[in-house]
């Protein structure tokens, strides 16, 4: 801390820091919501420093600090202005992570390629991230600064090669996470939601997706906006008029806003031809999504799920069929919906009941087509489930809900996995707090981490 003025005599600022004893910070103390205790009346205030800059200490931790400074004139010594800033609390520094250790998969194949190792992971927009959405958590724990810092030890300790984001604030992608991220060693594209900031600019989220610069180069980066998808399949596929009743009740229904983010990434040294491996795959496809998150709407994910799909195998087949995918991200989709049965089975069985929720519903539009045109061609494996046996048994880990939302798919004919870090388990997630987020946990999800390894390539023949 500190200032001058072109009318000072560049006395140094006066820092003090008050002399009560160290509190705790849990909710049921005495302090407000501005970070201090309503039941003490007197502050006695002790002289710390007379520097230009002063960077707290754990010594201040529990107690706040005051910064005094006045501006005085050169010629007359008179006291110009004068101000007096108090801070909230200072705060500890959060824990470092827990350590994720990776679990190796069981199943064993023939030598590949090219390893990196991806994270996914959503962090918890600020905008939602409110007392009222999580009342168990400290109201400082909930600040952005507070979890950005958490957040982002978070994601460089996991030593990803590529960093699939979800819930990323547009201001804060701005003013934040590009820049760290880019200080870490990392490039990276953003996409917002479609929909407008709410109530001042920059407060809307989107999905982010970095990409280690000594590892990969970036080919080719394009967004995915499912409103404007939606708008295409009613007029051009539907052949429905937007102005009439039908059009706006389909259009209505399918317009969430949700967003996605499709990159080819080369690797930044490419393996070479062998005799084993003539034409070695040196590229790969990564999607990031964050679906529609309403419960009461599983029609609607599956469509997001089936169109994204549906682009991303255009987009796969006209570059050649043998471009490794993975797509990464929040499904809002546990492992008993029909979106799960789509990305894992390629297909939706007829009567499940997210297909035929709207059978003698008049009150919302069918947006689905027939069952068995919900498919896709993309022989897709879900990392978790392929290296442990099973899906985690949460990744979103809130009082009111936990449940597997999050999934890492890839395309099983020509990537593997070979390890993938276990959720933690719910003793870990409770021991700072009743549910996530916490003062040691900054988002209300679970980041996933997994090392891939790319398979495939033409060999000669025997």
């Not at 276990?422 to 916490?438: F, I, K, M, N, R």
């Amino acid at each position: 801390m500190g200032g001058n003025s072109n009318t000072s005599n560049n006395s140094n600022p006066n820092v003090y820091n008050s002399s009560t004893p160290k509190q705790s910070y849990s909710r049921s103390s005495s302090y407000n919501d501005y970070g201090y205790d309503d039941s003490q009346q007197v502050e006695e205030w002790v002289e710390i420093s007379r520097d230009q800059m002063y960077i707290p200490t754990e010594a201040d931790v529990g107690r706040k600090l005051k910064l005094e400074a006045g501006s005085y004139s050169v010629e007359t010594g008179e006291l110009l202005m004068h101000r007096v800033i108090k801070t909230d609390l200072v705060l500890s520094r959060a824990p470092d992570p827990s350590k994720r250790n990776l679990v190796t998969a069981k199943t064993s194949g023939p030598r590949g390629g090219e390893r990196f190792r991806v994270v996914t992971y959503n962090i918890l927009a600020e905008i939602y991230a409110t007392l009222q959405q999580y009342p168990y958590c400290d109201f400082w724990a909930l600040s952005w600064d507070y979890r950005f810092q958490n957040i982002l030890r978070e994601i460089i300790d996991a030593c990803p090669d590529v960093i699939c984001l979800q819930e990323v604030q547009a201001d804060h992608y701005e003013s934040h996470v590009y820049n760290a991220l880019s200080e870490a060693g990392f490039e990276g594209v953003y996409k917002q939601k479609t929909r407008a900031s709410m109530g001042l600019a920059g407060k809307v989220d989107g999905c982010a997706l970095f990409w280690r610069r000594s590892k990969f180069h970036l080919v080719e980066s394009y967004s995915i906006e499912f409103n404007e998808l939606a708008s295409r399949q009613a007029t051009q596929v539907l052949g429905m008029n937007p102005r009439s009743d039908e059009g706006m009740s389909y259009l209505n229904r399918l317009s969430k806003d949700n967003v996605a983010q499709l990159v080819v990434l080369e690797l930044a040294q490419p393996s070479m031809s062998s005799r084993s491996n003539r034409d070695p795959i040196n590229q790969v496809c990564i999607a990031n999504t964050h679906l529609y998150s309403n419960k009461d709407f599983p029609d609607v994910k599956l469509w997001q799920s089936w169109q994204l799909l549906q682009e991303l195998e255009t987009f796969v087949m006209s570059r050649g069929t043998n471009l490794p995918l993975m797509i990464c991200g929040d499904f809002n989709s546990t492992p008993d919906t029909a979106v799960y049965d789509l990305m894992s089975r390629q297909a939706v069985h007829p009567g499940h009941p997210d297909v035929n929720m709207n059978i003698g519903d008049d009150s919302s539009p069918n947006i689905l087509p027939d069952a068995m045109s919900i498919s896709h061609s993309f022989q897709l494996g879900s990392v978790y489930h392929t290296v442990m046996g099973d899906e985690p048994k949460a990744t979103n880990f809130t009082a009111a809900f936990k449940g597997v939302l999050d999934y890492m798919w890839y395309s099983a004919s020509n990537l593997r996995p070979l390890s993938c870090a276990p959720v933690p388990e719910e003793q870990e997630l409770c021991s700072h707090g009743e549910a996530l987020p916490s003062t040691q946990y900054s988002s209300d999800h679970i980041m996933l981490i997994s090392d891939m390894q790319i398979m495939g390539g033409s060999r000669p023949p025997s």
